[in-house]
């Protein structure tokens, strides 16, 4: 009796043990977690006949990937009210990762004092950033001393195309040009527009540069886009008219080519079942 108790009790010692090292599935549930950290930050504190550059490095210390843009709204410092806004183009950040985002502010023929408020737009969440103090003093007589790269013949700007989600430009060079900045304004209150920048352009060269943007509402308006050097020696302001199906969105163009193939293949297999039934009366 002895006996068999202490060969029952290592048995079920043996198969307990079995099953401790067994190969069982474990799953771990990791909650989404939305996180970032500001690592570097750089702003102009005085701007003598230039203009503002934002630089913002993110690092994505969260769980989960997410598009992230980051916005700058302006005050002027007298009446405390929004004097301008502006945004950084839209960046997908994977979880672990960094990011460099920049954007720019002219203040053409403005002096005063002003400050920033920045927000990150990361996922469909906000988070506030810090708050920059600035000082401005561009005059007329020193902004018309820059060279107009379009009155000078400099560059040629048009458009090539819009959507209701992206303008195409093409651009000429006619000398050689570097750190090109393409900075949108004048558009509808709510809409969003990214910059643009072409490290180089020969002479001669010509180039497509597509500016996304989100409407809130679209409509047919006017817009400006000003563009500048980083050295500050050029600048010059193109309009441009957003206009209704000037060019279709590759995802129509698609679908239309495949509704199209099927009607084909409908119509031809049609006409093959005709030919079928003809055959054998």
Excluded at 35 to 55: A, T
Excluded at 96 to 125: H, L
Excluded at 152 to 164: D, M, Q, R, S, Y
Excluded at 199 to 215: S, V
Aim: charge should be negative.
């Amino acid at each position: 009796m002895k006996f068999a108790y202490i060969t029952l009790l290592t048995i079920s010692l043996l198969f307990l043990a079995n099953a401790a090292t067994a190969d069982v599935p474990v799953v771990v549930k990791i909650t989404p977690k939305l996180e970032r950290s500001l690592d570097y930050y750089n702003f102009s504190e005085e701007i003598v006949n230039s203009y503002q550059r934002f630089v913002v490095n993110l690092y994505n210390i969260g769980s989960i990937g997410c598009l992230t843009r980051v916005r700058f709204d302006i005050y002027n410092s007298t009446n405390e009210e929004v004097f301008d806004t502006v945004w950084s183009e839209e960046f997908p950040m994977e979880a672990g990762s960094y990011y460099t985002f920049e954007t720019y502010w002219y203040p053409y023929n403005i002096s005063g004092n002003f400050y920033s408020k920045m927000r990150i737009y990361q996922c469909n969440d906000i988070f506030e950033g810090p708050v920059s103090g600035f000082s401005v003093d561009n005059t007329v007589a020193n902004e018309t001393k820059k060279i107009d790269f379009l009155e000078e013949e400099i560059l040629e700007v048009k458009k090539a195309a819009n959507t209701e989600s992206y303008i195409e430009l093409e651009i000429t060079a006619i000398e050689d040009l570097e750190n090109l900045i393409f900075h949108t304004e004048d558009y509808p209150f709510g809409w969003i527009f990214g910059d643009k920048k072409i490290d180089k352009i020969n002479k001669g060269e010509i180039k497509y540069l597509r500016i996304n943007y989100d409407p809130e509402i679209w409509r047919e308006t006017d817009i400006s886009i000003n563009i500048f050097d980083e050295e500050n020696n050029y600048f010059s302001s193109k309009k441009i008219f957003l206009e209704k199906n000037n060019n279709p969105d590759t995802k129509d163009i698609i679908i239309s080519v495949l509704g199209i193939i099927i009607f084909l293949l409908v119509f031809l297999k049609i006409k093959e079942i005709k030919g079928r039934r003809k055959k054998k009366k």
